[in-house]
């Protein structure tokens, strides 16, 4: 039996400035079937803002869950239905971020906080859409006691017919720490969302979070119903296959080579429309990570995207720095 649209078995973090849909475009080429988040999108930046330019995103890109960031019901309703108009696979509402910014706007992880309030989030999107309502947090904040405050928050949410959970397997410290602090000071709790999934069987349960390896991701698999890759995707961008091909189906034959072709068909084809070769050229940097050549890839890219007449040329031009590639490695 095919799993439930979208298969959420492997998916890929939001993360600000980094999965734009340049970079969703390209993580696409090396997984064709995870499930790619937007960044997290303020409801205002879409609603009083250019929404066309935070909403559309190339159809390859597909399947995108799009996340938002808010706590006014009527916005993220309002939200929720541009999603389903543009495309999306699913809207996920951001009750993970700790930054300060996110505070002073009352949403993101201050939001597990009030859990009344994010279910009549969650209400109020599902009405507006048919599109799958999910949400995205941490184990708790601050000084919550994680089982029973994890337990409170996804009842509320669950109640209001939340049926997926995304769980990031730490706590946010709201004071004290940066957001780049706050993902790696709290210790890693997988135990508590493994808790979770074994109390609310009926919700599917993704769990993210340090997760760095196949091994670790199958071992997650045998009771999350998926599991949330972030910085090892972005900055190993050719583990995404292995991740793949483990949790999902091994993806069609493609070397380092032939994807930096296909990127560079693409880069051409966005630079119709002014799109500088940068602004797809820094997701790449990481590809031939742990290869011979892959730091002179990087520092070749890195260097030469910088010049305002770079182009898609350069890709194909770095790919002389690396001597070799195993054939078809995965
Ligand atoms: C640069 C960066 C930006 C992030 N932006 C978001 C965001 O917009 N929304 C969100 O829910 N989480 C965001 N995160 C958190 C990730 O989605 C993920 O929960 C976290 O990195 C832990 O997963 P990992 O250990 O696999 O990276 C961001 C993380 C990074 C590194």
């Given at each position: 039996m095919?799993?439930?649209?979208p298969?959420?078995?492997?998916?890929?973090?939001?993360?600000?400035?980094?999965?734009?849909?340049?970079?969703?475009?390209?993580?696409?080429?090396?997984?064709?079937?995870?499930?790619?988040?937007?960044?997290?999108?303020?409801?205002?930046?879409?609603?009083?803002?250019?929404?066309?330019?935070?909403?559309?995103?190339?159809?390859?890109?597909?399947?995108?869950?799009?996340?938002?960031?808010?706590?006014?019901?009527?916005?993220?309703?309002?939200?929720?239905?541009?999603?389903?108009?543009?495309?999306y696979?699913?809207?996920?509402?951001?009750?993970?971020?700790?930054?300060e910014?996110?505070?002073?706007?009352?949403?993101?992880?201050?939001?597990?906080?009030?859990?009344?309030?994010?279910?009549?989030?969650?209400?109020?999107?599902?009405?507006?859409?048919?599109?799958?309502?999910?949400?995205?947090?941490?184990?708790?904040?601050?000084?919550?006691?994680?089982?029973?405050?994890?337990?409170?928050?996804?009842?509320?949410?669950?109640?209001?017919?939340?049926?997926?959970?995304?769980?990031?397997?730490?706590?946010?410290?709201?004071?004290?720490?940066?957001?780049?602090?706050?993902?790696?000071v709290?210790?890693?709790?997988?135990?508590?969302?493994?808790?979770?999934?074994?109390?609310?069987?009926?919700?599917?349960v993704?769990?993210?979070?340090g997760?760095?390896?196949?091994?670790?991701?199958?071992?997650?698999?045998?009771?999350?119903?998926?599991?949330?890759?972030?910085?090892?995707?972005?900055?190993?961008?050719?583990?995404?296959?292995?991740?793949?091909?483990?949790?999902?189906?091994?993806?069609?034959?493609?070397?380092?080579?032939?994807?930096?072709?296909?990127?560079?068909?693409?880069?051409?084809?966005?630079?119709?429309?002014?799109?500088?070769?940068?602004?797809?050229?820094?997701?790449?940097?990481?590809?031939?990570?742990?290869?011979?050549?892959?730091?002179?890839?990087?520092?070749?890219?890195?260097?030469?995207?910088?010049?305002?007449?770079?182009?898609?040329?350069?890709?194909?031009?770095?790919?002389?720095?690396?001597?070799?590639?195993?054939?078809?490695?995965?």
């Amino acid at each position: 039996m095919s799993p439930p649209f979208p298969d959420r078995r492997l998916c890929v973090a939001p993360m600000m400035d980094w999965t734009d849909r340049h970079c969703r475009y390209f993580h696409r080429l090396l997984a064709p079937r995870a499930l790619l988040y937007t960044e997290m999108i303020p409801t205002g930046a879409i609603l009083r803002g250019d929404a066309e330019r935070f909403l559309r995103f190339d159809p390859a890109e597909r399947p995108v869950a799009l996340q938002l960031g808010g706590s006014e019901p009527e916005e993220l309703a309002a939200c929720a239905r541009l999603a389903e108009r543009h495309g999306y696979a699913e809207v996920n509402l951001n009750c993970g971020c700790p930054s300060e910014r996110v505070q002073r706007g009352a949403f993101g992880a201050c939001l597990m906080r009030e859990p009344g309030l994010v279910a009549k989030c969650v209400s109020a999107m599902r009405a507006a859409t048919a599109l799958p309502v999910t949400v995205k947090c941490r184990i708790g904040v601050d000084d919550s006691d994680e089982w029973d405050f994890l337990r409170t928050f996804v009842d509320a949410i669950a109640a209001a017919g939340c049926r997926t959970v995304v769980v990031h397997a730490r706590k946010a410290w709201l004071e004290g720490l940066s957001p780049k602090e706050n993902r790696e000071v709290p210790p890693l709790r997988y135990d508590i969302v493994e808790r979770l999934k074994r109390g609310r069987p009926e919700l599917a349960v993704v769990v993210n979070g340090g997760i760095t390896t196949v091994a670790a991701a199958l071992a997650h698999r045998r009771w999350a119903d998926g599991v949330m890759i972030g910085r090892e995707a972005y900055q190993n961008p050719w583990s995404l296959r292995a991740f793949a091909a483990a949790l999902q189906e091994p993806p069609p034959p493609l070397t380092r080579h032939e994807a930096v072709a296909a990127m560079a068909d693409y880069a051409r084809r966005e630079a119709t429309a002014e799109v500088p070769l940068r602004a797809i050229a820094r997701h790449m940097l990481g590809l031939f990570n742990g290869l011979p050549g892959a730091r002179a890839w990087r520092r070749r890219l890195s260097e030469g995207m910088l010049r305002p007449d770079a182009t898609a040329e350069l890709l194909l031009d770095a790919l002389h720095c690396i001597r070799s590639e195993p054939a078809l490695a995965a």
